[in-house]
């Protein structure tokens, strides 16, 4: 199903010289205040200052969101199923290269209670969900290119739970290649990509090679992410 989420954009050269601005002293007030209060600032590093204030409130990054029971509960419901699939590597238009996939409606108890913190924080209330989770297990070869998930199929907000390895995403605004965003996603933390950071930005994650965070290396292992996403309005 979720290659039809993903309209692929990799038209981009991603510049490679990156200043980070994550040091709280080149941070405007406002952004810096906000930032510490939620405890977000450590894991957001951007092209610019005003590009860091231009995403705020529309990023989110929760360390330790799930606990390393819940992890393990997820691993156990989703495993089995993974491990009958194959990881995909060579169909050269994908957006994502070495992975296998599943959804998933129904969820026993630690994992259903994971999911109902995970959606009280991403999604305005009353927003209609889509239906089932999206589950990417990414080989630790593998990467997600630059894309902007379907308009047509997913509304104004993206929330992933990251299991088994810390990882990159990347932010490139697809009018202005040279404001980008990055996310530290550590192991079971959750992110959140909302309208802008969502609609104005491809969303990537690096591969091994390229994993680095504010200059910091950031190994890459298998990667499993479990996704929920909203409808469109
Ligand atoms: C996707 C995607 C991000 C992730 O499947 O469209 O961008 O965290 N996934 O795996
Ligand atoms: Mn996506």
């Known amino acids: 199903m979720s290659l039809l989420l993903r309209a692929l954009n990799q038209a981009h050269k991603i510049p490679q010289i990156h200043v980070c601005c994550s040091s709280s002293?080149?941070?405007?007030?406002?952004l810096r205040t906000s930032q510490e209060r939620t405890g977000h600032l450590k894991w957001l590093c951007a092209s610019s200052p005003d590009v860091l204030e231009s995403v705020r409130g529309q990023v989110e990054v929760w360390e330790n969101f799930i606990t390393e029971e819940e992890e393990q509960a997820f691993l156990k419901e989703l495993e089995p199923g993974l491990k009958k699939k194959r990881y995909e590597f060579d169909h050269w238009d994908n957006a994502i290269h070495g992975f296998r996939e599943t959804e998933r409606i129904q969820w026993g108890a630690v994992c259903q209670g994971a999911l109902n913190r995970l959606r009280a924080v991403a999604f305005p209330e009353g927003s209609q969900l889509l239906g089932p989770v999206h589950v990417l297990?990414?080989?630790k070869t593998g990467y997600i290119k630059p894309h902007i998930d379907s308009v047509k199929f997913c509304g104004s907000t993206i929330s992933g739970l990251s299991l088994l390895s810390d990882s990159v995403m990347r932010l490139v605004r697809e009018d202005n290649v040279a404001d980008w965003v990055n996310l530290l996603l550590?192991?079971?933390?959750?992110?959140?990509?909302?309208?802008?950071?969502?609609f104005k930005y491809t969303h990537e994650?690096?591969?091994?090679?390229?994993s680095y965070f504010s200059g910091q290396r950031v190994p890459r292992q298998r990667r499993i992410s479990v996704i929920c996403r909203n409808l469109p309005a």
């Open 25 to 30: 002293a080149s941070v405007r007030s406002p």
């Open 137 to 139: 297990d990414l080989d």
């Open 205 to 210: 994650i690096l591969k091994d090679g390229e």
């Open 186 to 198: 550590t192991r079971r933390s959750l992110y959140i990509l909302r309208n802008e950071a969502r």
